[in-house]
Nanobody
Framework: QVQLVESGGGLVQAGGSLRLSCAAS????????MGWFRQAPGKEREFVAA????????YYADSVKGRFTISRDNAKFTVHLQMNSLKPEDTAVYYC?????????????????WGQGTQVTVSS
């Protein structure tokens, strides 16, 4: 069983920053990388950022490029999402996910394990 536990969400004013973390554990954990997605009320879950365990290659949605940074700690199987210059439109539940082997992509079907989500609210 694989568990992904997110932390770090909260309420912040526009222009502020938050740092999300996701810790992965489980005997059967085997993954090419990790991703962050978000889902706002009434909208579909959308890709935010992803990172490969090996090499650390990163991928970002255009809407967050230059503002968000994804990083990883391979020894601790932990990924972080540093979110700066937050905007009200960043308000959503943020989910971390573990990528299937060989698939670090931008679609939800590239991922097989998901965290419970953490709420991020940005006030204007």
């Amino acid at each position: 069983q694989v568990q992904l536990v997110e932390s770090g969400g909260g309420l912040v004013q526009a222009g502020g920053s938050l740092r999300l973390s996701c810790a992965a554990s489980g005997r059967s954990f085997s993954s090419s990388g990790m991703g962050w997605f978000r889902q706002a009320p009434g909208k579909e879950r959308e890709f935010v950022a992803a990172i490969r365990w090996g090499g650390g290659t990163t991928y970002y949605a255009d809407s967050v490029k230059g503002r968000f940074t994804i990083s990883r700690d391979n020894a601790k199987f932990t990924v972080h999402l540093q979110m700066n210059s937050l905007k009200p439109e960043d308000t959503a539940v943020y989910y971390c996910a573990s990528a299937k082997l060989g698939r670090v992509g931008v679609q939800t079907f590239d991922y097989d394990y998901w965290g419970q989500g953490t709420q991020v609210t940005v006030s204007s």
